[in-house]
């Protein structure tokens, strides 16, 4: 692959027919993307979407392949479906996970909000819902796919416990007892639940796969913890592995995120950064981590996120190149960069998706092409 290789990195809001309002708005716009995206067969769909005869499951199959064909048309190298069959990261891992029970919905920052469960025995995987996503996925992609699933430090992070804490070891005192616990229901959402999701799909062809590990930092004394864990689950596995942690203190991943068998890590750069233009310190602050990386001379290459997928602003393609060039100076390698958002685009309407996909292509083109004239 060329140098600053493009790729998604997880959701894209649902396509327009999955909303709970199927009106004639959501029709139109239906239309209109099966169009723009080059859709094949899509008028039929939009008719019979129209007379209201497509079941659930052909509504999830259309929209897996507009989010394939929307990431496709972008030019990105590296694409998904914009995860358009699951609920949410969390909750959908854990709808498939035996031993969990759902108490009631937080809310996590604007109006976003998921189930939040209780983890009452030893979780193991019940059902395995990506293998099917992912061979719909493999059949219809034109390009290589990177499946992203929840990592095990996330997923048990996020539950309350109640099963580990009652079995650890009362003599060894709480903070003891919690930090037993915490490791045990860990390292079993590991091996019972993510390294068999991780074989299945391996089993069937997938050579790529991101681990989202958004609570990574969230207590800096288990960040060796998450790592550990994350080992564990790839032990042995042929595929190329992505880390992503999105909106934390990469700081504080040092120095155990060095012993991480990944091949990616995937950060978030944008949200932090300047839009003026330029490859200096004051207008790329965003991007000052990655002296970190190169100071610890990592061994696995660095997707920081160049692209804002908290706001409506397109980032211009010069925008772009000025971020991937500026990170591949600090790494002193632009083979160790990739190009990609901070995070997934489910925020955003698709029109600022698709334009701000775009965008990332087209100044990752432009960074390339100025290390070719070199």
């Known amino acids: 692959m060329s140098l600053f290789p493009t790729q998604e990195v997880g959701s894209l809001m649902r396509a327009p027919f999955l909303r709970k309002r199927l009106d004639e708005k959501a029709v139109s ?18 008719q019979r979407l ?19 064909r929307l990431h496709e048309t972008a030019g990105l190298d590296v694409v998904y479906d914009g995860e358009q069959r699951r609920i949410e990261m969390y909750e959908h891992a854990l709808r498939q996970v035996r031993g969990v029970e759902f108490l009631g919905k937080v809310k996590v920052w604007d109006a976003e909000t998921y189930n939040k469960a209780a983890i009452k025995s030893k979780p193991s995987l019940a059902e395995n819902s990506y293998v099917p996503e992912f061979l719909f996925v493999k059949r219809h992609a034109r390009k290589q796919i990177k499946i992203p699933l929840t990592g095990p430090y996330t997923l048990a992070e996020w539950s309350f416990d109640e ?21 045990e229901m860990v390292f079993d959402f590991a ?8 074989l299945s799909l391996v089993e069937r062809g997938a050579d790529r796969i991101q681990i989202d590990e958004p609570a990574a930092t969230t207590k800096p004394e288990e960040v060796g ?3 550990e864990a994350f080992n564990e689950l790839v032990k042995g596995v042929n595929a190329r592995f992505t880390i992503h942690i999105c909106y934390s203190d990469y700081n504080l991943l040092f120095p155990h995120i060095l012993e991480a068998k990944t091949h990616e890590l995937s950060i978030e750069c944008a949200n932090r950064d300047t839009v003026k233009p330029g490859q200096g310190p004051g207008e790329r602050r965003g991007y000052e981590i990655l002296k970190l990386f190169k100071e610890h001379s990592q061994g696995f290459a ?4 160049v692209i804002d997928v908290h706001t409506d602003f397109i980032e211009p393609p010069e925008l772009v190149k000025d971020r991937l060039l500026y990170s591949a100076k600090l790494l002193d390698d632009p083979s160790l960069v990739i190009a990609c958002n901070d995070c997934g685009l489910r925020t955003r309407r698709w029109e600022v998706a698709f334009k701000k996909e775009k965008s990332l292509v087209e100044g990752a083109s432009l960074a390339r092409n100025t290390f070719e004239k070199r």
């Open 29 to 46: 716009e239906a239309w209109y993307w099966g169009r723009m995206l080059g859709v094949v067969e899509f008028e039929e769909f939009v």
């Open 50 to 68: 129209r007379r209201g005869e497509c079941s659930s499951e052909e509504l999830r199959d259309w929209a897996s392949l507009y989010g394939i």
């Open 163 to 183: 099963y580990y804490i009652a079995r650890a070891d009362a003599s060894r005192g709480l903070v003891n007892r919690k930090r037993e616990a915490k490791r």
């Open 191 to 198: 091996r019972e639940v993510v390294r068999p999701a991780v």
């Open 225 to 227: 913890l998450f790592v």
């Open 302 to 305: 660095v997707a920081p996120g």
